[in-house]
T-cell receptor, first 115, second 115 residues
Framework: AQTVTQSQPEMSVQEAETVTLSCTYDTSESDYYLFWYKQPPSRQMILVIRQEAYKQQNATENRFSVNFQKAAKSFSLKISDSQLGDAAMYFCAYRSIQGAQKLVFGQGTRLTINP | DTGVSQDPRHKITKRGQNVTFRCDPI?????LYWYRQTLGQGPEFLTY????????KSRLLSDRFSAERPKGSFSTLEIQRTEQGDSAMYLC?????????????FGPGTRLTVL
């Protein structure tokens, strides 16, 4: 079974600065997807960025980028130019391409933005 | 708003009572997932439907839990004889398959408190 680990329960960053959230995972599969989801307080979980395992190029979405290290099974999220609206719980998630294709989540990192 | 709705948003019940939650997915999505999220943790998979067929159930889904998706549209999750350990956020997500790139869209969740 796949597992996802986020070792930073809480992180904080000054507004306009850059912050990196860490995630490691374990799998025996060679093809899969990795995701970062954002869950603001009392609001719906939304997708921030995704990475396909067979793509070597790291995904980028505006101020959000990932550092995907397949051999090390590491998948970190970098948020540049942090904004107050970035404050939320961030979850790293794994999805197999087979079977149920359910999401396997890490424990989450609570990100605080300091004005 | 992701297009996935859940009702009710909050439910407070006494131990031993039965509760039922509803999820309305994005209309064209044929796959529907249920997850449970306890405080400070990431969501955990409970079960999923492909159209009206329930194809996989997690070990977390005890025999007090039952889920249905009678016409392949909305889904209900019922918990019988609730226990305090059932207190959690119950999340629903939907997705269209096939389409390996297609993401899961999450509803706002139903927060259950068992007194």
């Amino acid at each position: 079974a796949q597992t996802v680990t986020q070792s930073q329960p809480e992180m904080s960053v000054q507004e306009a600065e850059t912050v990196t959230l860490s995630c490691t995972y374990d799998t025996s599969e060679s093809d899969y997807y990795l995701f970062w989801y954002k869950q603001p307080p009392s609001r719906q979980m939304i997708l921030v960025i995704r990475q396909e395992a067979y793509k070597q190029q790291n995904a980028t979405e505006n101020r959000f980028s990932v550092n995907f290290q397949k051999a090390a099974k590491s998948f970190s999220l970098k948020i540049s130019d942090s904004q107050l609206g970035d404050a939320a719980m961030y979850f790293c998630a794994y999805r197999s391409i087979q079977g149920a294709q359910k999401l396997v989540f890490g424990q989450g990192t609570r990100l605080t933005i300091n004005p | 708003d992701t297009g996935v709705s859940q009702d009710p948003r909050h439910k407070i019940t006494k131990r031993g009572q039965n509760v039922t939650f509803r999820c309305d997915p994005i209309s064209e999505h044929n796959r529907l997932y249920w997850y449970r999220q306890t405080l400070g943790q990431g969501p955990e998979f409970l079960t999923y439907f492909q159209n009206e067929a329930q194809l996989e159930k997690s070990r977390l889904l005890s025999d007090r839990f039952s889920a249905e998706r009678p016409k392949g549209s909305f889904s209900t999750l019922e918990i019988q004889r609730t226990e305090q350990g059932d207190s959690a956020m119950y999340l629903c997500a939907s997705r269209q398959v096939p389409g390996r790139d297609n993401e899961q869209f999450f509803g706002p969740g139903t927060r259950l408190t068992v007194l």
